[in-house]
């Protein structure tokens, strides 16, 4: 079965630092991965997606994502996060098959000053 | 380009009534609308889906009785919580994808509050 595990539940970092929120999936096929944003009563943002083509996948507002098949993962980074960025993040995985989603658990990304 | 609405942003009923929430896909025609459930602080949970002309379909465990979904046109879906309880309280967001995508585009979600 398909499923998407982000370990850390909340992250804080300072502003001006790199990013890192961590995404591991499970899936018997080639997945198609995703991260959404989610700011305080606002709907979803894709900041990026994978679907088998290259590995490193940028996406909007500086985040990138790489797929790292051996280990299972699709870490999101950025490389200095800024006040802005604080908000909910969702690793998503779609299930094979069809177009449905399977969210991860969420991380909340908190920016210090 | 791919602006999903809801209207109500938030409703308060009061327990027994019914209340409908509409999701609009504002710039595009969306083949299937997704209806996500989503309590504080914790993920969004996939109700439904919603494919224009048919019927929806429902998770395991979603009562179809209670949550009806009606996908009357390519850019409309409605969600009606019928005899709503305090424990349907929740946050309501819908999604849209275009025909030949995987993408989802989000709605920005309906709260509801039942007393």
């Known amino acids: 079965a398909q499923s998407v595990t982000q370990l850390d539940s909340h992250v804080s970092v300072s502003e001006g630092t790199p990013v890192l929120l961590r995404c591991n999936y499970s899936s018997s096929y080639s997945p198609s991965l995703f991260w959404y944003v989610q700011h305080p009563n606002k709907g979803l943002q894709l900041l990026l997606k994978y679907t088998s083509a290259a590995t490193l996948v940028k996406g909007i507002n500086g985040f990138e994502a790489e797929f790292k098949k051996s280990e299972t993962s699709f870490h999101l980074t950025k490389p200095s996060a800024h006040m802005s960025d604080a908000a909910e993040y969702f690793c998503v995985v779609r299930r094979p098959g069809t177009y449905k989603y399977i969210f991860g658990t969420g991380t909340r990304l908190k920016v210090l000053a | 380009g791919a602006v999903v609405s809801q209207h109500p942003s938030r409703v308060i009923c009061k327990s027994g009534t019914s209340v409908k929430i509409e999701c609009r896909s504002l710039?595009?025609?969306?083949?299937?609308m997704f209806w996500y459930r989503q309590f504080p602080k914790q993920s969004l949970m996939l109700m439904a889906t919603s494919n224009e002309g048919s019927k929806a379909t429902y998770e395991q465990g979603v009562e179809k009785d209670k949550f009806l979904i009606n996908h009357a046109s390519l850019t409309l879906s409605t969600l009606t919580v019928t005899s709503a309880h305090p424990e349907d309280s929740s946050f309501y967001i819908c999604?849209?994808?275009?025909?030949?995508?995987?993408?989802?585009?989000f709605g920005p979600g309906t709260r509801l509050l039942v007393l």
């Open positions: 999604s849209a994808r275009l025909a030949g995508e995987e993408t989802q585009y």
């Open positions: 710039d595009f025609q969306a083949t299937t």
